[in-house]
């Protein structure tokens, strides 16, 4: 037996999650058993565990996109017990069963060994939203964008992609503009390297469809009219990639940004990316997030705290990265 959080559905199909003992006879299929150290709690995994969206996709689910563990068997030649393991994506929480229990039995292909810069605790502070905020740099790096460039946007800066994506490009030497609803939370923002704060009112409503050029490339972690008016505000050229959608799916937006100014929009999409990349990303993030940084951003949690704590990440009342300890 093992502890996890167990999300089922009542008859009028609402979302019921429950913190209790499994039995290692439920798990999926897979090659390899992992003990799990720590997991994270995601705005993804929130909007699970509340049943506020439609994340799940098979029942019963035990949420959690992200894992950091060690393999106690592998029926896959390239695993061994012992072996330390990060896994992020891969339909962790929606397809398969995740990380926010103290076992998980997973597939070989989608295990990483953990980065030597990190220890698993540490991996879930990175984890998916330091990944994705990662795949978003090197779609930035690779349309040409260099540091000295001109200002970068990270729109919902103060939530856990946001944070990672302002401390990763000033490292690189980016100029990061920080667009955040929570103005007490400049002083963070501007630690973890943001060159100025402004007001996610100036984005939110709906703006013009071409508007003053002010940002040679963006990171958007929100969405609807955001992202549009991020896009209408990119200069001649740029690149904004998009990888979030807190404030809605909808992309209210006109084709002008992208015809008269050659603006590229990147999507971003974590989930299936191959290791390879994955492991060029977390070198990237070893290398230029500081680690004080990171643990300014983190804030840590139980498992049995996952589902009263869920609804604060939906209510962008939590800032950064929330890992959780699976063991208590």
Same mark, same amino acid.
């Given at each position: 037996?093992?502890?996890?959080?167990?999300?089922?559905?009542?008859?009028?199909?609402?979302?019921?999650? @429950?913190?209790?003992?499994?039995?290692?006879?439920?798990?999926?299929?897979?090659?390899?058993?992992?003990?799990?150290? =720590?997991?994270?709690? $995601?705005?993804?995994?929130?909007?699970?565990?509340?049943?506020?969206?439609?994340?799940? +996709?098979?029942?019963?689910?035990?949420?959690?996109? /992200?894992?950091?563990?060690?393999?106690?068997? *592998?029926? /896959?030649? &390239?695993?061994?017990?012992?072996?330390?393991?990060?896994?992020?994506?891969?339909?962790?929480?929606?397809?398969?069963?995740?990380?926010?229990?103290?076992?998980? &039995?997973?597939?070989?292909?989608?295990?990483?060994?953990?980065?030597?810069?990190? @220890?698993? +605790? &540490?991996?879930?502070?990175?984890?998916?939203?330091?990944?994705?905020?990662?795949?978003?740099?090197?779609?930035?790096?690779?349309?040409?964008?260099?540091?000295?460039?001109?200002?970068?946007?990270? #729109?919902?800066?103060?939530?856990?992609?946001?944070?990672?994506?302002?401390?990763?490009?000033?490292?690189?030497?980016?100029?990061?503009?920080?667009?955040?609803?929570?103005?007490?939370? *400049?002083?963070?923002?501007?630690?973890?390297?943001?060159?100025?704060?402004?007001?996610?009112? %100036?984005?939110?409503?709906?703006?013009?469809?071409?508007?003053? %050029? &002010?940002?040679?490339?963006?990171?958007? @972690?929100?969405?609807?009219?955001?992202?549009? $008016?991020?896009?209408?505000?990119? +200069?001649?050229?740029?690149?904004?990639?998009?990888?979030?959608?807190?404030?809605?799916?909808?992309?209210?937006?006109?084709?002008?940004?992208?015809?008269?100014?050659?603006? $590229?929009? =990147?999507?971003?999409?974590?989930v299936f990316t191959d290791?390879? #990349? +994955?492991?060029?990303?977390?070198?990237?993030?070893?290398?230029?997030?500081?680690?004080?940084?990171? %643990?300014?951003?983190?804030? %840590?949690?139980?498992?049995?705290?996952?589902?009263? =704590?869920?609804?604060?990440?939906?209510?962008?009342?939590?800032?950064g990265r929330t890992v959780?300890?699976?063991?208590?």
């Amino acid at each position: 037996m093992f502890q996890g959080i167990l999300l089922t559905q009542g008859p009028d199909k609402k979302t019921i999650a @429950t913190y209790g003992p499994l039995d290692e006879a439920q798990l999926p299929a897979g090659d390899v058993d992992v003990r799990v150290e =720590y997991s994270t709690l $995601n705005y993804k995994d929130a909007l699970a565990v509340t049943g506020k969206g439609a994340i799940v +996709r098979s029942w019963p689910m035990v949420p959690g996109i /992200d894992l950091a563990g060690v393999v106690e068997t *592998s029926r /896959d030649a &390239r695993w061994q017990p012992g072996d330390r393991v990060v896994v992020t994506g891969w339909g962790l929480g929606e397809t398969h069963w995740g990380g926010l229990a103290q076992k998980a &039995r997973l597939k070989g292909d989608w295990l990483l060994r953990l980065p030597p810069a990190y @220890t698993t +605790r &540490r991996s879930m502070a990175i984890a998916t939203a330091g990944f994705t905020a990662a795949l978003a740099v090197m779609a930035l790096q690779k349309h040409g964008l260099a540091p000295g460039d001109g200002e970068v946007l990270v #729109t919902g800066a103060a939530g856990g992609v946001g944070s990672i994506a302002v401390a990763l490009l000033a490292g690189l030497g980016y100029k990061a503009v920080a667009s955040t609803g929570r103005p007490h939370e *400049s002083g963070y923002l501007e630690s973890l390297g943001a060159s100025r704060i402004i007001d996610r009112n %100036e984005l939110s409503t709906p703006g013009k469809p071409l508007q003053s %050029e &002010r940002w040679a490339g963006v990171i958007d @972690t929100v969405g609807s009219h955001t992202l549009a $008016n991020a896009c209408a505000q990119t +200069r001649w050229y740029g690149a904004v990639a998009a990888c979030g959608l807190a404030q809605g799916g909808d992309f209210p937006a006109t084709v002008m940004p992208f015809i008269l100014r050659g603006v $590229n929009l =990147y999507g971003i999409n974590s989930v299936f990316t191959d290791n390879a #990349t +994955r492991e060029r990303a977390w070198a990237m993030l070893a290398q230029h997030v500081d680690t004080a940084k990171l %643990e300014q951003m983190t804030v %840590e949690i139980g498992l049995s705290e996952v589902i009263d =704590y869920a609804p604060r990440v939906l209510a962008g009342q939590v800032r950064g990265r929330t890992v959780v300890d699976v063991n208590r």
